[in-house]
C-alpha cells in the first residue's frame, strides 16, 4: 500500500485551495530531546516539579470548600439566579485556579479578541483539542462542558467539576449521548440563563498538525457559536497527549518541568448559522472547522475519532506511524463501505474473492465490484493498492479486515492465508506473504526473505497460517529483529498509550442525525 496523490484541504486567505501531503499521522506524537535538554529536565526534575506539584495540589484542595458551598443546595436541573455570594465564590475559583496554572509554568496567558455573552454564542467550540492542559480556558470562563458521567464522583475534583454545571454523558450509553444532545439544546435556547458551554468538538485529543472532522453535536442545535483557537508556542511540545505518545503523567512531569509554558487563546467572531447550516449540523460544523483552520493557517483533514482504533491497536502487527490504513479508514467511511460489516460479512468476502478467476482489477471493474459510481473516493481507495494499472481485491479485504478490526490482528492474517493459500496444502509463498504483511501494516514495501526463511524452517518453500503462527508467538517482535521494515517506516506508534478515551470533552454527538434534523423540517439522507 502506499499513499495516492493525495492533497490536505487548507483554507488560507479564504479560497479551497490544496497543499501537497507531507503526511503526518494527527494521533501520534513523538518527544525527542537533546543530551542538553535531557540534562535540563533532570535537573528541574529535583528542584521545580516538586514545589510545583505542591502548589498545584494546595490550590485544588484550597478551591474545594468553595465549590462545595456554591454546590450545596443548588438544582441541577433549574438554573437560578446568580446571588452577591455566589458570583465572589465564581470570582474566588477563577482567581485561585489561575494561580494553579501560574505555580505550573503558565505564566502569560495571551488573550485575544472578545468573549462572547451567553446570550450572544451559548456555545464556545474549540480546536485543536490537544491535552488536559486545554482545561485553561474553561477554568478562565468557568462555562460548562460535556464530562464523563464518572467525573463528578472523583474525590476534590467531582465537585470542582459540579461547580461549573456541566453536561454529563456517558461514552457508551446511546441514550446517554442522545439525552446529552438535548440538554446542550435545552440550555443553548435558553436566552442566556445558562452558563455557556464549551466544547471541543474534534472529539478527542490530537497533536495539533491538522483539524480533524468536527462531531455535529455542537452545532444540532443551530444556535450562534463563538469559536475559540488555541495555541501552545512552546519550543518543546510536552503538551500533546494523544492516542500514542507520551502517557498522561509523563505530559504532566516534563511539562511541569519547563521553566515557561506560553499559552494563546483567540476568540474569533461570533458565527450565526444560516438557515441550511441550521438544518445540516454537518454542514455548520464544516463550515466553523474551516474558519478556525484558516485562523490557524493549519489544514483539516477529515479523519476522526473512530480512526483512533487504528493507533491504539497493540502486538506484533502493530501499525507503522505513517501506515496508509488511517488514510484507507477515512475513504471507506466516506464511501460507507464499513457499514454492516461484520465476521461473517468479512470470511463470505474472502470466500468470494479466493473463487474469483480474476482477482486483479482495474479502477472500473473495482467500482464494479464496490457497487459504487465513479467516484474520487473509489479511485483513491485504488491508487492505495494499485501496480500497472490494476489491484489485487485480496488486498483491499484484508485492508478492509484491518480497519473493521484493529485489536484482532490473528483473525485478519487467517483471513488472507484464506485467500492466498494453495487448495492442496493451504500454504502461502514468499511473495504472497510479503503481500499480506505489508497490507496488513499499510506499507508500500516490505522485506520479508530472512523473514520467510526463519519461518520456513524446513526449507519447502511455502508456510502455513499455523507455521506463521507459532513463528510470531515466539519470536512477536518480528518486523523490528528481521528487519523488514525500512528505516523511514521502521518507527512504530510509540509503545506508551492511554487505555481510556484522552479527551477533556468527551464525544457525544448521536450516530443518528436524523433524530435531531426532524426540527427543522428536513431529515438528511
Not at 117 to 138: G, K, N, Q
Not at 402 to 417: D, G, S
Not at 472 to 485: A, R, S
Request: proline letters at 6%.
Amino acid at each position: 500500500m502506499r499513499f495516492p496523490n493525495r492533497k490536505l484541504h487548507t483554507a488560507v486567505d479564504g479560497d479551497d485551495s490544496e497543499v501537497s501531503a507531507n503526511f503526518k499521522n494527527p494521533f501520534v506524537h513523538e518527544l525527542r530531546f537533546t543530551p542538553l535538554q535531557k540534562l535540563k529536565i533532570a535537573v528541574m526534575t529535583v528542584t521545580l516539579l516538586p514545589v510545583r506539584l505542591l502548589l498545584a495540589a494546595f490550590m485544588m484542595l484550597l478551591a474545594w470548600p468553595f465549590a462545595f458551598v456554591a454546590t450545596v443546595g443548588r438544582s441541577e436541573d433549574a438554573v437560578e439566579p446568580l446571588s452577591w455570594w455566589r458570583w465572589l465564590v465564581d470570582l474566588a475559583l477563577k482567581a485561585i485556579m489561575r494561580a494553579m496554572w501560574f505555580s505550573g509554568g503558565f505564566h502569560w496567558i495571551h488573550v485575544k479578541g472578545r468573549p462572547a455573552l451567553p446570550s450572544e454564542a451559548p456555545i464556545i467550540t474549540v480546536a485543536p483539542h490537544s491535552s488536559y492542559f486545554d482545561a485553561i480556558p474553561v477554568t478562565m470562563t468557568m462555562a460548562s462542558v460535556v464530562m464523563k458521567t464518572e467525573s463528578k464522583d472523583i474525590p476534590v475534583w467531582g465537585t470542582l467539576v459540579k461547580f461549573i454545571r456541566p453536561v454529563f454523558v456517558s461514552r457508551s450509553d446511546q441514550n446517554s449521548r442522545r439525552k446529552t444532545v438535548e440538554e446542550i439544546r435545552r440550555r443553548a435556547c435558553s436566552a442566556g440563563e445558562w452558563p455557556q458551554i464549551m466544547i471541543f468538538p474534534e472529539g478527542t485529543c490530537t497533536n495539533r498538525s491538522s483539524l480533524i472532522a468536527f462531531k455535529p453535536g455542537a452545532f444540532i442545535p443551530g444556535v450562534p457559536v463563538q469559536p475559540v483557537v488555541l495555541r501552545y508556542p512552546n519550543e518543546m511540545d510536552t503538551i500533546s497527549w494523544t492516542w500514542q505518545g507520551p502517557g498522561a503523567f509523563k505530559i504532566l512531569w516534563l511539562t511541569l518541568c519547563q521553566l515557561h509554558n506560553p499559552v494563546e487563546i483567540e476568540y474569533l467572531p461570533t458565527y450565526t448559522p444560516s438557515e441550511e447550516e441550521k438544518r445540516d449540523p454537518a454542514l455548520f460544523a464544516s463550515n466553523v472547522r474551516r474558519i478556525m483552520a484558516k485562523a490557524l493557517g493549519l489544514p483539516i483533514i477529515d479523519y476522526a475519532f473512530e480512526d483512533c482504533k487504528l493507533a491504539m491497536a497493540k502486538g506484533p502487527l502493530r501499525l507503522p506511524r505513517h501506515t496508509c490504513l488511517l488514510e484507507f479508514a477515512r475513504l471507506v467511511r466516506c464511501l460507507g463501505l464499513k457499514t454492516g460489516v461484520t465476521d461473517q460479512v468479512l470470511h463470505e468476502e474472502a470466500i468470494k474473492v479466493h473463487q474469483m478467476a480474476k482477482s486483479k482489477l482495474d479502477v472500473e471493474a473495482f467500482a464494479r465490484y464496490l457497487n459504487q459510481p465513479m467516484t474520487k473516493a473509489v479511485q483513491d481507495i485504488f491508487s492505495l493498492f494499485e501496480e500497472n494499472g490494476v489491484m489485487d481485491v485480496k488486498e483491499y479485504v484484508i485492508a478492509l479486515s484491518v480497519v473493521c478490526r484493529p485489536f484482532r490482528y490473528l483473525e485478519t492474517i487467517k483471513l488472507a492465508f484464506m485467500m492466498f493459500e494453495a487448495q492442496e496444502d493451504g500454504a502461502v509463498v514468499e511473495d504472497e506473504l510479503a503481500t499480506i504483511l505489508k497490507t496488513a501494516l499499510g506499507v508500500g514495501d516490505l522485506a520479508v526473505s530472512d523473514l520467510f526463511r526463519a519461518i520456513d524452517c524446513k526449507d519447502k518453500g511455502k508456510v502455513t497460517y499455523d507455521d506463521f503462527c507459532g513463528f510470531m508467538e515466539k519470536c512477536p517482535d518480528f518486523v523490528e529483529q528481521y528487519h523488514c521494515l525500512q528505516d523511514s517506516e521502521l518507527r512504530h506508534f510509540p509503545s506508551e498509550s492511554q487505555p481510556s478515551t484522552n479527551g477533556f470533552c468527551g464525544d457525544f454527538s448521536p450516530s443518528d442525525l436524523n433524530l435531531y434534523s426532524t426540527e427543522h423540517g428536513k431529515k438528511k439522507d
